[in-house]
Nanobody, 124 residues
């Protein structure tokens, strides 16, 4: 079982960048596909970005392409998300998740483990 803990969120200004981190504890971190999601107030949780084992393939939500970069460091049991040019609509709680080995999609229901999230608030 994995435990995931996000960090790096906070209050930022429009146009700023942020690097979110997700530290994992537990076995076999490198065997999981990993992802970032976000949930804005009164909205459903949505996929932001995913990365397969060994970083072989990376996926981005269409509306985030060009502004986000996902990466992982299996030696450190860590996942990262860099977001540039932050906008007020990026305000949300950002969650990292590990995908169930039985799942092949990035749908929320396919994630086996979740962190508790780190909030990002973009102020204009």
């Amino acid at each position: 079982q994995l435990q995931l803990v996000e960090s790096g969120g906070g209050l930022v200004q429009v146009g700023d960048s942020v690097r979110l981190s997700c530290a994992a504890s537990g076995p076999s971190f490198n065997t999981y596909a990993l992802a970032w999601y976000r949930q804005a107030p009164e909205k459903q949780r949505e996929f932001v970005s995913g990365i397969k084992r060994s970083g072989s393939d990376r996926y981005y939500a269409d509306e985030m392409k060009g502004r986000v970069t996902i990466s992982r460091d299996d030696a450190k049991n860590s996942l990262y998300l860099q977001i540039i040019n932050l906008q007020p609509e990026d305000t949300a709680v950002y969650y990292c998740a590990a995908r169930s080995p039985a799942s092949t999609s990035w749908h929320v229901s396919g994630m086996a483990y979740w962190g508790k999230g780190t909030p990002v608030t973009v102020s204009s």
